[in-house]
């Protein structure tokens, strides 16, 4: 960890002890779990998962993992009750066991179908990439692509979605486009949620992500003087500071943990 965040994270820890409450939100492709070649694929590692679990119990602090994975999968895949959890952009939200999404959502679901229908025609020329399909949105991953023919198919994929112009909420991530309705809700705005329900003790939020579909969220956090950190080589350019992967992400959670409660986490065998 470098000087500049450890002084950031000093701070936040002076600010808990005076009484302020900690949203401490992660993504969860590529900044708790390392991406894989399918999504289904990239589990959290149990030493993760016992840290997040931790500072969980910890009185001011909530835990959030906010992703374009669908809510009931990340739900799924993060397996700890009682966190706050956004999926699908931000199109879906959990808190405090309420399941809330936009009031608009469904009148999408049509939409969607069409656009699906429309790029799985270009994939008929792509066979390396595929269409991931969720209830209010869409993956198109291209991870296993050959790198020359990217170009290639983002500019098909733009050419086919130009009908839907100003209906649809893109990012172009880490070998994957991110495609949702634009109904005004995104992971800046899950941000904007989490606070407003803590609210109206003062409130010093951290987020961590690793690629462009999370620069609103770190834009929201810096609005309201959080920290905002960007895990591996790919990691948004607004991100304050850096953490080089997911294994200093995990280290990041032990400081936490032990600067929050003044204890070391114990290790069971072979869960490190």
Same mark, same amino acid.
């Given at each position: 960890?470098?000087?500049?965040?450890?002084?950031?994270l000093e701070?936040?820890?002076?600010?808990y002890r005076?009484?302020h409450q900690l949203a401490?939100?992660?993504d969860?492709?590529?900044?708790l779990?390392?991406?894989?070649a399918r999504p289904?694929?990239?589990?959290?590692p149990?030493?993760?998962?016992?840290?997040l679990?931790?500072?969980?119990?910890l009185?001011?602090?909530t835990?959030g993992?906010?992703s374009?994975?669908?809510?009931d999968e990340?739900?799924?895949?993060v397996?700890i009750p009682?966190l706050?959890?956004?999926?699908t952009?931000?199109?879906e939200?959990e808190?405090?066991?309420?399941?809330?999404?936009h009031?608009?959502v469904? =009148?999408?679901i049509?939409l969607?179908?069409?656009i699906a229908?429309?790029?799985?025609?270009?994939?008929r020329d792509?066979p390396a990439a595929?269409?991931e399909?969720?209830h209010?949105?869409?993956?198109?991953?291209?991870r296993?692509?050959?790198?020359?023919?990217v170009?290639?198919l983002?500019?098909?994929v733009?050419?086919?979605l130009k009908?839907?112009?100003?209906?649809?909420?893109?990012v172009?991530?880490?070998k994957a486009i991110e495609i949702?309705?634009?109904?005004g809700?995104?992971?800046?705005?899950?941000?904007e949620?989490?606070?407003?329900?803590l609210?109206?003790?003062p409130?010093?939020?951290l987020?961590?992500?690793?690629?462009?579909?999370?620069?609103?969220a770190m834009?929201?956090?810096?609005i309201?003087g959080?920290?905002?950190?960007?895990?591996? =080589?790919?990691?948004?350019?607004?991100a304050q500071?850096?953490?080089?992967?997911?294994?200093?992400?995990?280290?990041?959670?032990d400081d936490?943990?032990?600067?929050l409660?003044g204890?070391?986490?114990?290790?069971?065998?072979?869960?490190?």
């Amino acid at each position: 960890m470098n000087d500049s965040l450890h002084d950031a994270l000093e701070r936040m820890r002076a600010m808990y002890r005076r009484g302020h409450q900690l949203a401490l939100l992660f993504d969860y492709d590529g900044s708790l779990t390392e991406f894989t070649a399918r999504p289904a694929q990239a589990t959290m590692p149990p030493a993760t998962r016992r840290r997040l679990e931790a500072l969980a119990t910890l009185p001011g602090v909530t835990l959030g993992v906010i992703s374009g994975r669908e809510l009931d999968e990340l739900e799924r895949l993060v397996g700890i009750p009682d966190l706050f959890y956004a999926g699908t952009d931000g199109l879906e939200l959990e808190y405090k066991r309420q399941t809330v999404t936009h009031p608009l959502v469904q =009148h999408s679901i049509q939409l969607i179908g069409q656009i699906a229908g429309a790029l799985e025609r270009v994939l008929r020329d792509f066979p390396a990439a595929w269409l991931e399909r969720k209830h209010f949105g869409l993956t198109l991953h291209y991870r296993q692509l050959d790198s020359q023919l990217v170009p290639e198919l983002q500019s098909r994929v733009d050419r086919e979605l130009k009908p839907w112009e100003g209906r649809l909420h893109l990012v172009t991530g880490a070998k994957a486009i991110e495609i949702t309705p634009d109904l005004g809700w995104t992971k800046g705005t899950a941000i904007e949620f989490v606070l407003e329900r803590l609210a109206p003790v003062p409130c010093c939020p951290l987020f961590a992500g690793d690629e462009a579909s999370d620069i609103e969220a770190m834009w929201r956090v810096s609005i309201h003087g959080g920290v905002t950190i960007g895990v591996g =080589h790919l990691q948004p350019t607004i991100a304050q500071f850096e953490l080089s992967d997911t294994n200093a992400v995990l280290t990041l959670l032990d400081d936490f943990y032990l600067a929050l409660s003044g204890k070391t986490l114990v290790e069971n065998a072979g869960d490190a």
